[in-house]
Nanobody, 123 residues
Framework: QVQLVESGGGLVQAGGSLRLSCTASGRTFSRLDMGWFRQAPGKERQFLALISWSGGSTYYADSVKGRFTISKLNANNTVYLQMNSLKSEDTAVYYC????????????????WGQGTQVTVSS
């Protein structure tokens, strides 16, 4: 089992930045692929970014490429999502996900999830 706890969400003005954190426990973090998704009201959970267990590979959704950066620090069991140039359409609940062997953009393919953190971007 893996427990994930997200933090760092909040209210920010359009054009601003936020950094989300997700701390994992319960399994060797250095062997976990990690991902970030988001879900707006009435919409499906949307893939944003993933990073391989080693941190050597990353992949982004086109909608956030160049604005969001995913990183992983194995020493403190934490994955980050740096979000810059935020837009009102980025408003959603943001979720961290983990898996031992997932490089998928499909939410159903990930085994472990955090509880989510709300990000609200005001225009």
């Amino acid at each position: 089992q893996v427990q994930l706890v997200e933090s760092g969400g909040g209210l920010v003005q359009a054009g601003g930045s936020l950094r989300l954190s997700c701390t994992a426990s319960g399994r060797t973090f250095s062997r976990l692929d990690m991902g970030w998704f988001r879900q707006a009201p009435g919409k499906e959970r949307q893939f944003l970014a993933l990073i391989s267990w080693s941190g050597g590979s990353t992949y982004y959704a086109d909608s956030v490429k160049g604005r969001f950066t995913i990183s992983k620090l194995n020493a403190n069991n934490t994955v980050y999502l740096q979000m810059n140039s935020l837009k009102s359409e980025d408003t959603a609940v943001y979720y961290c996900a983990a898996d031992t062997h997932s490089r998928s953009t499909v939410a159903a393919d990930w085994d472990y999830w955090g509880q989510g953190t709300q990000v609200t971007v005001s225009s």
